[in-house]
């Protein structure tokens, strides 16, 4: 019974410590005879349905700041999203469909390549020649330090 005795009196320390009245009051239901077991059950059950009050009203507290904070950062998303497409550029090219057309761009393209429209045609056709018949190639003859290789 000394060990329930020490928590008892370390609770009631704790209490006569605290300079808060509701605490004092805390003392007084201590001390207070004859209150039956079920009595105490009561008491706490009442005791938790206050702690559930107050949970509730958190969850409500904490339910909007979250809404709140869910409709900042969408807010945050579509201004970014608003600003990358104010960034964005957009190129259209019109490729001409006519064969006129498409020969202008192609010598338009290979004039900046240094080539002409004639040589180009010139290769695809050597090489369209060369794959339909099924001609090789003969090798190519190279010097490698003095003398002659041949490779394919």
């Given at each position: 019974?000394?060990?329930?005795?020490?928590?008892?009196?370390?609770?009631?320390?704790?209490?006569?410590?605290?300079?808060?009245?509701?605490?004092?009051?805390?003392?007084?239901?201590?001390?207070?005879?004859?209150?039956?077991?079920?009595?105490?059950?009561?008491?706490?059950?009442?005791?938790?349905?206050?702690?559930?009050?107050?949970?509730?009203?958190?969850?409500?507290?904490?339910?909007?700041?979250?809404?709140?904070?869910?409709?900042?950062?969408?807010?945050?998303?579509?201004?970014?999203?608003?600003?990358?497409?104010?960034?964005?550029?957009?190129i259209n090219v019109d490729v001409p469909i006519s064969e006129s057309g498409i020969q202008?761009?192609?010598?338009?393209?290979?004039?900046?390549?240094?080539?002409?429209?004639?040589?180009?045609?010139?290769?695809?056709?050597?090489?369209?020649?060369?794959?339909?018949?099924?001609?090789?190639?003969?090798?190519?003859?190279?010097?490698?330090?003095?003398?002659?290789?041949?490779?394919?």
């Amino acid at each position: 019974m000394g060990d329930n005795e020490d928590r008892k009196s370390s609770l009631r320390a704790c209490l006569e410590e605290s300079n808060n009245p509701r605490m004092q009051n805390y003392i007084k239901i201590l001390d207070t005879p004859g209150i039956s077991a079920f009595e105490w059950i009561h008491r706490t059950q009442e005791e938790l349905m206050d702690g559930v009050v107050y949970l509730e009203k958190l969850k409500d507290i904490l339910s909007l700041n979250m809404r709140e904070l869910d409709a900042a950062r969408i807010a945050a998303l579509n201004r970014a999203s608003e600003k990358e497409k104010e960034n964005e550029i957009t190129i259209n090219v019109d490729v001409p469909i006519s064969e006129s057309g498409i020969q202008a761009f192609m010598e338009e393209a290979n004039a900046a390549n240094g080539t002409t429209t004639q040589e180009v045609k010139k290769r695809k056709t050597k090489a369209k020649v060369a794959a339909v018949e099924g001609v090789k190639k003969e090798p190519r003859k190279k010097k490698v330090k003095g003398e002659e290789k041949e490779s394919v």
